[in-house]
């Protein structure tokens, strides 16, 4: 079984500060993790993805992610905030083997970015 | 190149009618998924179809069916409608069956049961 915890499901930022969205999972074969964004009235946008390799992973906007094995986590973080990037992110989950073919994803983190 | 194009946009139904949903993927995307977001239990995997066939479910009732196409595109039906069943329906396609090939997600049927 496979399972996301999303910790804080609202973050509010100044714009131009840090952004740190935290992502820790649950998983009994090595996964595939993911982030995608959603803006209001819109579907979900891959922002970046982890599957083998190098465990630091640069995505889109100028967000990127770490996987930390020993921790079971996969924080999402973006050195200076814009206004732009107030949505909501999830979290995803997949295993890299098996025939499992859904992505398991996480409740959701709002961020809000304040002027 | 088109995006992912789910219609209808919204839909109204009452208790105890059924639903059909459409999904045509992106042009060459032969994997169409399908999840229920709600913000009382977040997103939530419905099935995913590859070449007309399903090939995983997740854990709804039998309520709810799917099915696609030859030429990928995907509907989605549910029946006998319940209150609970309103949520907003997204479909997502990917190029290949590959786990970790990137998912594309249209921008949803919102369903309201009354």
């Known amino acids: 079984a496979q399972s996301v915890t999303q910790l804080g499901s609202h973050v509010s930022v100044s714009e131009g500060a840090l952004v740190l969205l935290r992502c820790n999972y649950s998983?009994?074969?090595?996964?595939?993790l993911f982030w995608y964004v959603q803006y209001p009235n819109q579907g979900l946008q891959l922002l970046l993805k982890?599957?083998?390799?190098?465990?630091l992973v640069k995505g889109i906007n100028g967000f990127e992610a770490e996987f930390k094995k020993s921790e079971t986590s996969f924080h999402l973080t973006k050195p200076s905030a814009h206004m732009s990037d107030a949505a909501e992110y999830f979290c995803?989950?997949?295993?890299?083997?098996?025939?499992?073919?859904?992505?398991?994803f996480g409740k959701g983190t709002l961020l809000t970015v304040n002027p | 190149k088109a995006g992912v194009t789910q219609t209808p946009r919204y839909l109204i139904k009452t208790r105890g009618q059924q639903v059909t949903l459409s999904c045509s993927p992106i042009?060459?995307?032969?994997?169409v998924s399908w999840y229920q977001q709600t913000p009382g239990q977040g997103l939530q995997f419905l099935f995913e179809?590859?070449?007309?066939?399903?090939?995983n479910k997740g854990n709804f009732p039998g309520r709810f069916s799917g099915r696609q196409f030859s030429n990928s595109r995907s509907e989605m039906n549910v029946s006998t409608l319940e209150l609970g069943d309103s949520a907003l329906y997204l479909c997502?396609?990917?190029?290949?069956?590959?786990?970790?090939?990137?998912?594309?997600f249209g921008s949803g049927t919102q369903l309201s049961v009354l």
């Open positions: 179809y590859f070449s007309e066939t399903q090939r």
């Open positions: 998983s009994s074969v090595p996964p595939y």
């Open positions: 982890y599957t083998t390799g190098a465990t």
């Open positions: 997502a396609s990917k190029r290949t069956g590959i786990i970790n090939d990137e998912l594309f």
């Open positions: 995803a989950v997949t295993n890299s083997g098996g025939s499992n073919y859904k992505l398991t």
């Open positions: 042009s060459g995307h032969r994997s």
